[in-house]
Each structure stands twice: as C-alpha cells, then as structure tokens.
C-alpha cells in the first residue's frame, strides 16, 4: 500500500478544510430552517454506516485497519458490504457532508468531492489489487457484483 495515513485523521485533515475555507472564503453562509437538525441527522447516519461496517469486519475476525490489507483473514462480502464496497469511507462522507452543511458555506462543498477522489485514488484503489491478490477469483467477482461506494 502507498498510503500509510490512518483514514480517521485523512477526514480530520478534510473537515479541518472545511473549517478553514469557511472562516476564510467571503461567502455569504447559508442558514435555513432545521439546518441544524439536517446537519446532526446526515452525522448520525454516517456514525451509523461507519459502527454496522466495524460490527461486520469484527464479527467475521478479520482487521479493520485498511493500511494493511494483506493481514485480512476473511473476505467480507455480507450485510452492508452487500450493498458498499467501502461502508466505512462511506460514513465518513456522510460524517463531512454533515460538517459541510453545518458549516453552511458553499465553497466548501468541492472538498466533498477532492475527498472522494482522494480516498479512491490513494486508498480504495491500492487496498482494492491487494485484496484481489490476497483473495483472487472471489474478490474479482465480489467487485462486478457491488459497487464501489453506493
């Protein structure tokens, strides 16, 4: 793997963007009713994505740590996993989403999208040929079968 970075604090770094572009972007912020409320439900939704996919890797006994694909026992292909390749950088999108529409500034909505492109190229990608390498035929179907995000 070429990254090394844990992806809690690659979120950190992309919410602490977030933070900075809305102090420093003149952009007039947006504020509407239940803003809040959205903000605190879209989190709660990614928290929830994030703990069901830590639940599934840790029941079936195999590591969460996504620097280290190769130490994979299992190949989890069940409950969310049916659904997301990547649940848990999923929740982690929802989780800066939700800081995003907090923060209530527009401009900061490209880095949504620098971060998809971030963790797909630099993470998702390279753990994707490790885990074919370690798992074979059966992961080479599981990636036909379900896509990589939603």
Not at 10 to 16: G, K, L, N, S, Y
Not at 123 to 145: M, N, R, V
Request: net charge positive; aromatic share 18%; proline share 5%.
């Amino acid at each position: 793997m070429k990254l090394k970075v844990p992806p809690t604090l690659q979120v950190a770094i992309f919410a602490f963007l977030i933070w900075l572009i809305s102090k420093l972007a003149p952009v007039k912020h947006l504020n509407f009713e239940y803003q809040k409320e959205l903000s605190w439900s879209i989190f709660a939704f990614g928290v929830f994505i994030g703990i069901i996919a830590v639940y599934t890797f840790r029941k079936a006994q195999t590591t969460v740590d996504p620097r280290n694909p190769d130490k994979a026992s299992k190949l989890v292909i069940v409950g969310i996993y049916k659904i997301s390749r990547n649940p848990m950088y999923l929740g982690f999108f929802f989780i800066l989403l939700a800081f995003v529409i907090k923060v209530g500034n527009l401009y900061a909505l490209p880095v949504l999208i620098v971060y998809v492109w971030y963790i797909t190229a630099f993470q998702i990608k390279p753990e994707e040929i490790a885990l074919k390498d370690l798992f074979g035929e059966d992961y080479s179907h599981y990636l036909k079968t379900v896509r990589r995000w939603i």
